[in-house]
């Protein structure tokens, strides 16, 4: 039987590793980064992920004077990068730049993390939403203009899509609104042009991105912020909730990831870079190019927002009877 004296000794043994472990992990976050910092884009270069990520990365450079390098992961819906990066080092010198939103199990049936659980969050860059896109020859002004023609139209139109979270808001609108349309995949934004100019399809969730052409010669227009705020690019159209599509949504962030268990003091560090580079011109003129709502703050603001999503995300994939690949 061990003596009291024993375990005491024992006892103040393990107190000083604990001390001497704090230390360590203090002393690393005071001197971090000492190295180049690789940050993972979960999707191809030239993407829209990769280019808005550089942009971010060089205001936390400036703000690190660390060198911080681009590695595109694509492949997976965003999973393989994700993935890599959960279980890459705890150090904060691997970063995933990604929302998250519709990375889970809602998705991606055999998804092996959680993001919320093997990934911790650094900072929300920004947040913002997808419209309520129509052909302009419709007879419609609004969103609820939009809502009567078609109910009065049960079958008679359909909507495009070329990413389930652009279907899936449409089905939660024809769930809420009692609307009877056929959607229609697409395998790019070329297609849906076609199908727009065609007249084979009356409606879309995006946003610009490939349709500046179409809008340009007012053959589309947007109803809707599918947000409960309006979006600062296009600040005349009606949010969600003000459209009278309250609960109808296609949000999405970009934020920055770090392996879980990564030290709060490198977090926080990472986070503080992350906030200044928001704070820099470039990023500002980035993102008032990209009518992107500029957020930031600490941490927790990219936990609650995809929490969130991933629910929103759920709901919607059971009104559309969506399964994941």
């Known amino acids: ?151 009065k139209n049960p079958g008679k139109y359909n909507y495009g899509s070329i990413a389930s979270t652009q279907m899936m808001p449409m089905e939660v609108l024809k769930d809420k609104a009692g609307l009877s349309m056929v959607h229609v995949p697409y395998k790019s934004i070329g297609n849906v042009q076609q199908a727009f100019a065609s007249g084979d399809i009356a409606a879309y969730v995006s946003n610009e991105v490939g349709l500046e052409a179409l809008l340009s010669t007012g053959k589309i227009k947007f109803l809707a912020a599918l947000d409960n705020e309006r979006n600062p690019l296009k600040p005349d159209i009606p949010s969600a909730p003000e459209a009278g599509l309250s609960g109808v949504l296609a949000p999405f962030t970009q934020a920055y990831w770090a392996p879980a268990k990564t030290p709060v003091e490198i977090i926080n560090r990472l986070n503080a870079a992350y906030n200044a580079s928001l704070k820099t011109q470039a990023t500002q003129d980035y993102l008032r190019n990209q009518g992107a709502r500029p957020t930031g703050g600490p941490p927790k603001v990219q936990y609650d927002a995809i929490k969130a999503e991933h629910a929103y995300w759920a709901q919607a994939a059971r009104i559309a009877k969506y399964e994941p690949e």
């Open 1 to 151: 039987m061990r003596t009291w004296g024993a375990r005491r000794a024992r006892a103040i043994m393990w107190i000083c590793f604990a001390v001497l472990a704090l230390c360590v992990s203090v002393a690393e976050a005071q001197t971090f980064p000492t190295r180049p910092i690789t940050v993972v884009v979960p999707f191809g270069a030239g993407s829209g992920t990769d280019i808005a990520c550089r942009v971010f990365n060089k205001g936390a450079e400036d703000d690190l004077k660390q060198t911080i390098i681009v590695e595109d992961r694509p492949g997976g819906a965003a999973s393989v990068g994700a993935t890599y990066v959960a279980h890459a080092a705890p150090d904060g010198y691997t970063l995933l730049c990604l929302g998250g939103g519709s990375v889970s199990k809602t998705f991606r049936k055999e998804l092996s993390i959680d993001m919320l659980t093997d990934l911790t969050p650094v900072v929300q860059i920004t947040r913002g939403s997808m419209f309520l896109i129509v052909r302009s020859d419709l007879p419609v002004k609004t969103a609820q203009d939009f809502v009567e023609f078609i109910r």
